[in-house]
């Protein structure tokens, strides 16, 4: 295949990129992959199998569980304990975090925070998914089990995260810290290859993307900036275009690529917002960052955040640069 890159190559042809080099991050990384890769087949026939709709269980978050959800839990977990790099895990699935037990895991160096199945909701209507990870080194000593505190480091202590999207392609982005690159995968070679490289969100966009149902729970300054959104005004293009798809992957991928803001804030029904700081928030923080966007909650960065609970939630405002400290000029 000449001119391609897969995946794998461009990870290996980076490995001086991360800090913690020795393969770590390719078997980490492959494991991630292997079990995406695994996700995508059955995200890619749920109408057929007997696995789209929901369990009768509840997860932490009071969300009927869909059976995609669990499957891909599963998947991610059984990649990971399997692979021996990672100590352990915690995800939006499972109530505590998971310590791999074996003698090989316990000499793991890294966690992941994931959400296996996001946005999973939109299965039976075929919309978009995605899967969001992240990685950190652990605190814990080497050959113990991970620690709690291994899971409630800051976003800015990651080493590594990214995101799959099921969607018209799926494709899956990350970053190490050394910008973000994006690789489709291509189903006649079962790899992902380069598509992507460098992405940098633009500093400007005309996309607002934000659940409006719930303006009137909403703060005066994000009433204000979305006023500011629908006013017209040629010089600056607006109004701007509404475009929400309630799968966070989706929303935060074409803004990535076309520019946009994402708002998910605080209001007085959730006074912390909806999404979830470890394996939602801090991972798109990382790779928005990356980008040249901007990541907040409104009143500080998303990655500088001391987590205090696995599920903690907190606003979540990203995109575009210019878009963002605008609405920020509003708090
Ligand atoms: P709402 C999906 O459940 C999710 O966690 C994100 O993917 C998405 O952005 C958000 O919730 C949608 O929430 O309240 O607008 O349906």
Same mark, same amino acid.
């Given at each position: 295949m000449s001119g391609v890159k897969t995946l794998s190559e461009f990870i290996i042809e980076r490995q001086d990129d991360f800090p913690f080099a020795s393969g770590e991050l390719t078997r980490l990384l492959n494991d991630i992959v292997i079990a995406s890769k695994i996700v995508n087949r059955e995200v890619n026939k749920a109408g057929l199998a007997d696995i789209l709709g929901a369990t009768t269980q509840e997860n932490i978050q009071g969300e009927i569980q869909q059976k995609l959800d669990v499957y891909a839990d599963d998947q991610f977990?059984?990649?990971l304990r399997n692979g021996g790099e990672a100590c352990g895990i915690a995800s939006e699935e499972n109530d505590d975090f998971l310590a791999f037990e074996s003698l090989r895991s316990r000499e793991g160096k890294y966690i992941l925070s994931f959400d296996p199945l996001d946005g999973s909701s939109n299965i039976d209507v075929n919309v978009s998914i995605g899967t969001i990870f992240s990685i950190y080194r652990r605190e814990s000593e080497v050959g113990t089990l991970a620690k709690e505190a291994d899971f409630l480091q800051k976003g800015e202590n990651q080493v590594a995260a990214g995101y799959v999207i099921y969607g018209s392609s799926t494709m899956l982005v990350y970053t190490t810290g050394k910008g973000v690159n994006g690789f489709t995968?291509?189903?006649?070679?079962?790899?992902?290859?380069?598509? !992507?490289?460098?992405?940098?969100? *633009?500093?400007?966009?005309?996309?607002y993307s934000m659940n409006e149902g719930n303006m009137s729970y909403c703060s005066d300054a994000i009433k204000n900036y979305i006023a500011y959104c629908k006013e017209v005004d040629t010089e600056t293009?607006?109004?701007?275009?509404?475009?929400?798809?309630?799968? &966070? /992957?989706a929303d935060f991928h074409r803004n990535m690529i076309k520019g946009g803001i994402f708002i998910y804030p605080e209001t007085t029904k959730a006074v912390n917002g909806k999404l979830r700081l470890q394996y939602e928030c801090? *991972? &798109?923080?990382?790779?928005? %960052?990356?980008?040249?966007?901007?990541? !907040?909650?409104?009143?500080?960065?998303?990655? %500088?955040?001391?987590?205090? %609970?696995? !599920?903690?939630? /907190?606003?979540?405002? &990203?995109g575009s640069s210019n878009m963002v400290e605008k609405l920020l000029s509003y708090y």
């Open positions: 977990i059984a990649a995968l291509d189903p006649s070679i079962g790899e992902f290859c380069l598509s !992507h490289p460098n992405m940098m969100i *633009p500093k400007n966009g005309t996309i293009k607006r109004p701007y275009s509404a475009r929400y798809i309630g799968s &966070m /992957v801090n *991972p &798109m923080a990382f790779i928005m %960052e990356q980008a040249g966007g901007i990541a !907040h909650t409104g009143t500080q960065r998303i990655m %500088e955040i001391q987590p205090t %609970e696995l !599920h903690q939630r /907190v606003p979540t405002i &990203m």
